[in-house]
């Protein structure tokens, strides 16, 4: 007589065999599946950080470039500003340091078609002439405007009498893509109040 003990779980009256503990060549496949797509996830997210941590460094040293471009302008004489930091070579002075428009920046690589090789860039509302101009129509620049404090806006060149400057700073670099940023800022004329006898 068999007891309660050594019976077969029937399964619609048919004997059932218990699992024997292995996986089926399909449960196999499906696990590969699933692991390659969650480390293909990984992995490019893992990249994505990587490009972004990259183009986050870029720009903070392009941004400290420009910063400190600009505080080199302002330690310069005022009235000499234009002619030692303009593109035009020729009116630079005999004396001093005179590092023209264009500047390098440590860790950028300049853009394959950049004319000149370098990423910084100082720009000034000029005209094709290279005149210093307030009849420009240079937004980014706040231009047209009054440079002289004559109350008019004329069509002569002010190189020799502005009391206002407008600088715009641009980086432009090769980084994972072509990158860029510009610091604007408008230098002023401090005048000097005479000392009392």
């Known amino acids: 007589m068999r007891t309660a003990r050594n019976r077969r779980p029937t399964v619609g009256g048919r004997a059932h065999r218990p699992a024997s503990g292995g996986w089926t060549l399909l449960e196999v496949v499906v696990a590969a599946l699933i692991l390659m797509l969650v480390l293909a996830g990984f992995s490019r997210g893992l990249a994505s950080s990587t490009a972004l941590e990259h183009v986050t460094r870029e720009r903070g040293q392009a941004r400290e ?5 600009l505080e080199e302008l302002r330690d310069v004489t005022f ?49 094709e002439l290279g005149e210093l101009r307030e009849d420009l129509e240079l937004p980014r620049l706040g231009m047209p405007r009054d440079l002289t404090g004559d109350q008019f806006t004329d069509d002569i060149d002010h190189a020799g009498d502005y009391r206002l400057l407008p600088v715009l700073v641009r980086v432009e670099w090769q980084g994972v893509s072509r990158c860029s940023l510009e610091l604007v800022t408008v230098l002023k004329r401090m005048e000097r109040v005479p000392e009392e006898p």
């Open 79 to 127: 009235e000499e500003v234009f002619a030692r930091y303009d593109a035009d070579p020729g009116n630079d002075y005999a004396t001093g340091v005179s590092p023209g428009a264009h500047f390098d920046v440590e860790g950028l690589r300049p853009r394959p078609d950049d004319p000149d090789g370098r990423v910084g860039q100082i720009l000034f509302p000029v005209s």
């Open 65 to 69: 470039a420009a910063q400190a471009m």
